[in-house]
Antibody, heavy 113, light 111 residues
Framework: VQLVESGGGLVKPGGSLRLSCAAS????????MNWVRQAPGKGLEWVSS????????YYADSVKGRFTISRDNAKNSLYLQMNSLRAEDTAVYYC????????WGQGTMVTVS | DIVMTQTPLSLSVTPGQPASISCKSS???????????LYWYLQKPGQSPQLLIY???SRFSGVPDRFSGSGSGTDFTLKISRVEAEDVGVYYC????????FGQGTKLEIK
C-alpha cells in the first residue's frame, strides 16, 4: 500500500499548481481520499476530501473556491488543483486514504513566494 | 466548526514510564450510528503522520499494544503504558464527525 504525491514547487502569489497522488497496492476506487497540509513548523490542517465515486466533495473554509479536488479511479490517482495561491498556502501537502486517514503519502512541498 | 484542544502541548517522559495525552472536542463526537469518530496519529521526526488509534479505542494494524485510547462524548485520552525511545514525535487527535479537525499536537520527548 503506497501513496506518492507529486507536483509541488515554488509558485508566485496568485499562481496555480496541480498536485497529484498516485495510489498503489489497494483498491483505490473503493475508498474516499483526503488532502491534509502542514505549514512549516506547524500542525496538521485538513484541506479537502472526496468520496470513492466523487459524489461527495468537501473543502476547508480556508481553501473553498480556490482549490478543487478530483480523482481518476481508472488511473488510481487523486488530484488537487490549487488556484489563486497565497503565501499562507505554503505547506507540505499530504494525501491520505479513507475516513480514518489510514495511510499517508510522503508529502509534496508547495511554496508560495 | 469543531475545535479540538489537546493537553499538554509537550511532555518529557522517562523510558518505561507511562504517558497520557488529553483531547477535548467543542462538540460531542458521538454519531447517530453509535460510533465516536476520534482518531490519534503520531508524526515522528521527519516523517509523515501515521494512524495509531481509530474510533476512540481501536488500534490500527501494527500498532503496539502499549498504545491505548479511551473516552466518550467530548473527552478522550491516549495512553502509552511504557514509553519507548521510538515513541518520540508529535501526537495529534482528529475528529471525523463533522468534516475533519486536528488538535494542535502534543510533542513527546524522552528524558
Amino acid at each position: 500500500v503506497q501513496l506518492v504525491e507529486s507536483g509541488g514547487g515554488l509558485v508566485k502569489p496568485g499562481g496555480s499548481l496541480r498536485l497529484s497522488c498516485a495510489a498503489s497496492g489497494f483498491s483505490f476506487s473503493s475508498y474516499s481520499m483526503n488532502w491534509v497540509r502542514q505549514a512549516p513548523g506547524k500542525g496538521l490542517e485538513w484541506v479537502s476530501s472526496i468520496s470513492s465515486s466523487s459524489s461527495y466533495i468537501y473543502y476547508a473554509d480556508s481553501v473553498k473556491g480556490r482549490f478543487t479536488i478530483s480523482r481518476d479511479n481508472a488511473k488510481n490517482s487523486l488530484y488537487l488543483q490549487m488556484n489563486s495561491l497565497r503565501a499562507e498556502d505554503t505547506a507540505v501537502y499530504y494525501c491520505a486514504t479513507a475516513k480514518a486517514f489510514d495511510i499517508w503519502g510522503q508529502g509534496t512541498m508547495v511554496t508560495v513566494s | 466548526d469543531i475545535v479540538m484542544t489537546q493537553t499538554p502541548l509537550s511532555l518529557s517522559v522517562t523510558p518505561g514510564q507511562p504517558a497520557s495525552i488529553s483531547c477535548k472536542s467543542s462538540q460531542s463526537l458521538l454519531h447517530s450510528d453509535g460510533q465516536a469518530y476520534l482518531y490519534w496519529y503520531l508524526q515522528k521526526p521527519g516523517q509523515s503522520p501515521q494512524l495509531l488509534i481509530y474510533e476512540v479505542s481501536s488500534r490500527f494494524s501494527g500498532v503496539p499494544d502499549r498504545f491505548s485510547g479511551s473516552g466518550s462524548g467530548t473527552d478522550f485520552t491516549l495512553k502509552i503504558s511504557r514509553v519507548e525511545a521510538e515513541d518520540v514525535g508529535v501526537y495529534y487527535c482528529m475528529q471525523g464527525i463533522h468534516l475533519y479537525t486536528f488538535g494542535q499536537g502534543t510533542k513527546l520527548e524522552i528524558k
